[in-house]
């Protein structure tokens, strides 16, 4: 089962001398004719010795053998199947074909494209994967989700021609009826088309699907194969699992490939399998369900010798090997060349790349905040009606020197309410788009870094609109003092705890479930709010514990508001009381024990923890990207 490894050693593809120069649709100007042409050469995807474990035992860990030395291949232009039961290993396989598995997670053994020996980079980019779970940007229309596929992934095009690509695919799709409806109100059968439309507007080379009948009923199943096998033939190869097909399905299949318990029991012509399994001693019954059969057969149910089996389904594995894939010997082809055009690319055509990139990404963006009632409309609604219970609350009590503990409260509670208002919508939407963006990235539509950059861009207008709202307010109606200096700096701090608020909600979002978020943004900010100079002095703070109050965020915000309030030379409160203690703002914030910053340094604090939580959220994206099958 080892074998030389040749899968993520090497960026480059070697091929036959029978496969033509591949230039992918999304490098070429023009719109084609027809929405699925004819591929200029069928990509053929052959393996062998293929073995996969979940954790190596060459790291000394022991670990589950998922796929054990399989062979087989993936036939171009033609419908690839790949059927088996729960745990055959249909999914490890094909993300092993896509590339997002190599040597370093456990894979041993030869893939090949064309005959050719390829590597996991090579497999990623030239492969489209459509997963079981597929999310769509809920807030899009399906016109829209067609149309911002195509300008991502073919870039250059004028309107005209985009239009008219999204015409075609809607209408090979069977969607013209529902372009005007919101992807969160499709149904499954329309969702399962939607997806494979977003990938086929630049005609894949290889489309890889992971039970895509999945939670359809019969009649959405059979369309949706019926797509597969017209792209199939119009030059693509596709590959797919499907967990027991109809028999009216099993005719529209050109190849299949049996797995059980990582074995390969089958390998050829759909056509083939039941003549196949009849000689190896396994009778089919008149009128019964091929693929039920099959499993039936590979789950022990039928008894017989299996091993037998895989010996009369080798013949199809030779004649593959001789008609489309050159034996495996781990040799590199003396006439390799590398697939793509591509590494020639001047940096004028990546800028231009770049541009459109973050273009339709700022648009898109910008479209689905616009249309979120819970993370922009419901949002800014909060912050303003809070302002004002607030200003109703603690009405002119920051001139007043006999209510002077209440204002403090008032200031904390300003920076308590705008954290939580903040993080907790990030927390219940990232999860969506973080999924999207692992798939689409996936798929090479844009790089991690322009999705990044937008991301941050199109936030900022709704972080600065709800604590301006909010501050303006509340600020005014609880008789804060009305000086510029002291409003601005308090608006920045504000501004900041924003910003730093959504950044956290995003990284918890991108890294957990939902549930899991909401329950980790409170649980872990409760010590950060502890450590804040509100409810614990920082003088009273023992000294094992010092070091958490300088994490905290909560401290350098709290005590950056209290020094825009009741810092410099502001005078004395006036008290409406016969004596007052706290008139003198410098008493205040010694009772307050501050500062112990100055103000500019509450602002680097604030950065500084921002800048590290987009560090943390680029990894975790990064991370799901590559993780994400």
């Known amino acids: 089962m080892g074998g030389e490894y040749d899968i993520g050693e090497d960026d480059s593809l070697m091929r036959g001398p029978a496969v033509k120069t591949f230039l992918t649709k999304s490098d070429d100007p023009e719109i084609p004719a027809e929405v699925l042409p004819k591929s200029e050469s069928n990509i053929t995807i052959s393996f062998n010795d293929l073995s996969y474990s979940i954790r190596p035992k060459a790291r000394g860990k022991g670990g589950k053998e998922v796929l054990l030395g399989i062979d087989?291949?993936?036939?171009?232009?033609?419908?690839?199947?790949?059927?088996?039961?729960?745990?055959?290993g249909k999914t490890s396989l094909l993300s092993i074909l896509c590339g997002l598995r190599g040597r370093k997670e456990g894979v041993r053994g030869h893939v090949a494209i064309n005959g050719s020996m390829s590597t996991a980079d090579t497999l990623r980019k030239l492969a489209c994967y459509i997963p079981q779970e597929f999310e769509l940007l809920p807030l899009l229309t399906t016109r829209e989700t067609l149309y911002f596929a195509a300008k991502l992934k073919v870039p250059g095009s004028d309107e005209k021609k985009i239009n008219a690509l999204v015409m075609r695919v809607a209408s090979t799709l069977g969607l013209q009826n529902c372009l005007s409806t919101m992807t969160g109100n499709l149904s499954g059968?329309?969702?399962?088309?939607?997806?494979?439309?977003?990938e086929i507007v630049v005609n894949p080379r290889v489309l890889v699907l992971d039970e895509p009948t999945s939670g359809l009923d019969s009649a959405a199943s059979l369309q949706v194969i019926?797509?597969?096998?017209?792209?199939?033939?119009?030059?693509?190869?596709?590959?797919?699992?499907?967990?027991q097909p109809s028999s009216q399905m099993m005719t529209h299949f050109d190849e299949m490939l049996v797995l059980?318990?990582?074995?390969?029991?089958?390998c050829g012509p759909a056509s083939k399998i039941?003549?196949?399994?009849?000689?190896?001693?396994?009778?089919?019954?008149?009128?019964?369900?091929?693929?039920?059969?099959?499993?039936?057969v590979i789950t022990g149910q039928h008894g017989g010798d299996l091993d037998n089996l895989r010996n009369y389904s080798e013949k199809f594995q030779v004649v593959s090997n001789k008609s489309f894939v050159p034996v495996f010997n781990g040799q590199e082809d003396a006439g390799r060349r590398v697939i793509t055009k591509n590494t020639g690319r001047c940096l004028k055509q990546k800028c231009d790349k770049w541009f459109n990139e973050f273009r339709m990404l700022i648009w898109r963006s910008t479209k689905c905040i616009l249309r979120d009632n819970t993370l922009t409309k419901l949002r800014l609604t909060a912050h303003i009606l809070v302002g004002i219970f607030m200003g109703l609350v603690f009405y002119k009590f920051g001139g007043d020197a006999s209510k002077v503990p209440s204002n403090i409260a008032c200031l904390f509670f300003f920076l308590l309410f705008l954290f939580f208002s903040n993080a907790m919508p990030s927390v219940q939407m990232f999860p969506i788009e973080a999924e999207v963006f692992a798939r689409e990235h996936m798929n090479n539509w844009y790089g991690l870094g322009t999705y990044h950059v937008t991301k941050v861009l199109t936030?900022?207008?709704?972080?600065?609109?709800?604590?301006?709202?909010?501050?303006?307010?509340?600020?005014?109606?609880?008789?804060?003092?009305?000086?510029?200096?002291?409003?601005?700096?308090?608006?920045?701090?504000?501004?900041?705890?924003?910003?730093?608020?959504?950044?956290?909600?995003?990284?918890?979002?991108?890294?957990?479930?939902?549930?899991?978020?909401t329950f980790l943004v409170p649980a872990l900010n409760i010590p950060m709010c502890l450590f804040s100079g509100f409810f614990l002095k920082l003088g009273e703070v023992p000294s094992y514990m010092t070091p958490i109050?300088?994490?905290?965020?909560?401290?350098?915000?709290?005590?950056?508001?209290?020094?825009?309030?009741?810092?410099?030379?502001?005078?004395?409160?006036?008290?409406?009381?016969?004596f007052c203690i706290?008139?003198?703002?410098?008493?205040?914030?010694?009772?307050?024990?501050?500062?112990?910053?100055?103000?500019?340094?509450?602002?680097?604090?604030?950065?500084s923890w921002i800048a590290l939580l987009h560090l943390c959220i680029y990894g975790v994206l990064r991370w799901k990207s590559t993780r994400s099958m």
């Open 459 to 517: 936030d900022l207008p709704l972080q600065t609109l709800c604590p301006t709202f909010f501050l303006v307010i509340a600020y005014c109606m609880t008789g804060q003092p009305v000086e510029c200096d002291r409003f601005m700096k308090s608006w920045l701090i504000c501004f900041l705890l924003c910003i730093l608020a959504q950044s956290f909600g995003m990284l918890t979002g991108a890294a957990v479930h939902t549930h899991a978020g």
């Open 549 to 578: 109050s300088f994490l905290s965020y909560f401290r350098y915000s709290f005590e950056g508001l209290m020094l825009a309030v009741y810092g410099g030379d502001r005078g004395a409160l006036p008290c409406p009381e016969e």
């Open 260 to 266: 059980a318990e990582g074995r390969d029991l089958y």
């Open 72 to 88: 087989g291949y993936f036939r171009g232009s033609c419908l690839n199947v790949l059927i088996g039961p729960s745990g055959a």
């Open 226 to 243: 019926i797509l597969l096998k017209n792209i199939a033939q119009s030059g693509c190869t596709v590959i797919c699992s499907v967990h």
């Open 274 to 296: 039941v003549e196949t399994f009849g000689e190896a001693g396994f009778s089919c019954p008149p009128f019964y369900n091929i693929s039920e059969f099959v499993i039936e």
């Open 582 to 607: 706290l008139r003198a703002p410098n008493k205040i914030l010694r009772h307050m024990d501050m500062p112990s910053l100055e103000f500019s340094s509450t602002v680097y604090a604030l950065v």
């Open 189 to 198: 059968g329309e969702k399962k088309r939607l997806s494979i439309g977003v």
